[in-house]
């Protein structure tokens, strides 16, 4: 009965490769987030998006990509990824702006 | 841009002493939030403060919001070992979205 679940937890992956990162909440939030923690634990946020708006962080690369099926779902897409993406990549959801619910992350690490 | 700034970086007390930790900000807010993550853990949501609001409390939690000066600060009393973790204060600039803006946090040891 996870509320926020992201999925691999845990990700190895070579330069240039293409990855997913799949994110599912069931607490019927209308507005899910993907946040980047770096090594150095600050927090920023990356992308909001609900069914009427995607508001993207402009300093976020265009290799990133979120891909929303459905209310539920949100998951990142990332395309030649570069050793300076490694980070812990956190989904969140919320009903409306205030308390976010957080997901468990998702450490990527680029070689 | 960085909004929230927490002091100190790194706090390390004796079970049962009281931990204060501060937050600096910015610009104008809706509302400020507290987040614990554990090393390795996904963050938890503590506490909510609204910007019309100087004081609240959750169990052994208080937290207090100064908007004249841009501050906010949260105490943890009889603090326990388990309360080791980082804690990060986060804006609520308002908007449709609701985005957070995170400081950097303070990391928080309970020795037992």
């Not at chain 1, 508001?55 to 300076?84: C, M, Q, W, Y």
């Not at chain 2, 931990?19 to 963050?43: D, E, F, V």
């Amino acid at each position: 009965d996870t509320a926020v679940s992201q999925t691999p937890k845990y990700l190895v992956t070579q330069m240039g490769n293409d990855k997913s990162i799949k994110c599912e909440q069931n607490l019927g939030h209308d507005t899910m987030y993907w946040y980047k923690q770096d090594s150095k634990k600050f927090l920023k946020i990356m992308f909001s998006y609900n069914n009427k708006e995607l508001i993207i962080n402009e300093t976020v690369p265009n290799r990133f990509s979120p891909k929303s099926p459905d209310k539920a779902h949100l998951n990142l897409h990332i395309n030649s990824l570069e050793l300076g993406d490694s980070a812990v990549y956190f989904c969140a959801s919320s009903a409306h702006p205030g308390q976010k619910t957080f997901g468990q992350g998702t450490r990527l690490t680029v070689v | 841009s960085q909004q929230g700034e927490e002091d100190p970086q790194a706090l390390s007390i004796q079970e049962g002493e009281n931990a204060t930790m501060n937050c600096s900000y910015k610009t104008s807010i809706n509302n400020l939030q507290w987040y614990r993550q554990n090393s390795g853990r996904g963050l938890v949501h503590l506490i909510l403060i609204r910007s019309n609001e100087r004081e609240k409390h959750s169990g052994r939690l208080r937290v207090t919001l100064d908007t004249s000066k841009k501050s906010s600060s949260l105490l943890i009393t009889a603090s326990r070992a388990a309360d080791t973790a980082s804690y990060f204060c986060a804006t609520d600039e308002g908007g449709s979205q609701g985005n957070l803006i995170f400081g950097k946090g303070t990391k928080l040891s309970v020795k037992p």
